[in-house]
């Protein structure tokens, strides 16, 4: 594991303060203006000026950086620029090149499971594909401790077996869906859980949550769970709006038509069809507050 911050540090600094030491030195600046000027040692000015200290060869070949060390070169000599005002054009410079550059090149080098995902990956976008799609994992993850750590789950098992999905924001297919590989099972009374949360493993519940957000809903979570008329009625006594489909129509339209009056309910199920289980599928905005309503009920 590797943050795109070391590479900042590790990188880009050393490369960045070398070549703008060296470009305040032609203009006339001695060692200790500089040191004053970068807020570094006279010390390290001398190490840049003296090129012992390694550069990076992609940073170098960077013409976006070249033409800011110039220009905050001839800024900060003519006194024309604060040092303040440097500072703030090289954090924006440095966050450019996090988002798609040279810095965000860099850290697939260093993280090459980054190279996964498809879209552009922002490191300080909190809506970027990649936060969006771990912190939809971590959250799933979290739901599943809690099922695991709640006594009695299993027995809200069906026979089917169980999952805990999320879904991305924008979701419009499985692949946006994080689920169980496989499902949740009861093995010997206990809540088994066969291996981590993973994207596009769900078929049967990731249809569902997306059947019911293409209806309305803004729930981005289900957990299905074993239907009977207990749990049903437990679930109408917590206080939550509980409504049936029909399970001999396809997910889609069966999905849609009991979301016809009020797309925001928080519990669906059927109660089954030929060679089909009834199930009780319970909705929340995230893996987690499915887990506990599931909790609450037992």
Same mark, same amino acid.
């Given at each position: ?22 470009? !305040?030195?032609? $203009? ?28 990076? @060869? ?5 013409? =976006? ?13 003519? =006194? ?37 995902? @498809? ?22 993850? $979290?739901?599943?401790?809690? !099922?695991? +750590? ?12 169980? +999952? !805990?999905?999320? *879904? !991305? %924001?924008?979701?419009? *297919? ?7 590989? =496989? $499902? ?33 809903? @803004?729930?981005?979570?289900?957990? +299905? ?13 917590? =206080? ?12 889609? %339209? ?31 905005? @995230? ?12």
């Amino acid at each position: 594991m590797r943050f795109i911050e070391e590479i900042v540090v590790d990188d880009f600094l050393p490369t960045f303060r070398s070549l703008l030491a060296d470009a !305040l030195r032609e $203009r006339g600046l001695t060692q200790s203006e500089v040191a004053d000027l970068l807020g570094i040692s006279q010390s390290a000015v001398s190490k840049y000026v003296h090129g012992d200290v390694a550069r990076h @060869d992609d940073l170098l070949a960077h013409r =976006g950086l070249a033409e800011l060390v110039e220009r905050l070169a001839d800024g900060l000599a003519d =006194g024309d620029m604060s040092s303040v005002q440097a500072l703030v054009e090289t954090e924006v410079f440095i966050r450019e090149l996090e988002q798609g550059g040279v810095l965000a090149q860099l850290h697939e080098d260093a993280v090459p499971e980054l190279g996964d995902y @498809d879209d552009e990956f922002a490191v300080h976008d909190p809506d970027s594909q990649l936060r969006s799609a771990e912190r939809t994992l971590a959250s799933v993850r $979290r739901g599943l401790s809690v !099922l695991e +750590n709640t006594s009695g789950f299993a027995t809200l098992i069906p026979a089917v077996g169980s +999952n !805990l999905v999320q *879904s !991305l %924001p924008e979701a419009d *297919s499985i692949e946006d869906v994080a689920a169980v590989p =496989g $499902r949740i099972l009861d093995v010997k009374g206990r809540a088994t859980i066969p291996a981590d949360p993973e994207f596009g493993v769900s078929e049967h519940v990731a249809s569902l949550l997306l059947a019911a957000r293409a209806a309305g809903t @803004d729930a981005r979570a289900v957990l +299905n769970v074993r239907y009977d008329d207990g749990v049903v009625t437990a679930l109408r006594d917590a =206080g939550l709006t509980v409504v049936e489909f029909d399970a001999e129509e396809s997910v889609e %339209p069966a999905v849609a038509a009991a979301l016809t009056d009020d797309p925001a309910v928080d519990v669906l199920y059927h109660t089954g069809a030929m060679g089909i289980e009834p199930v009780v599928y319970l909705l929340g905005d @995230d893996a987690v507050a499915v887990a506990e309503t599931a909790r609450e009920i037992l």
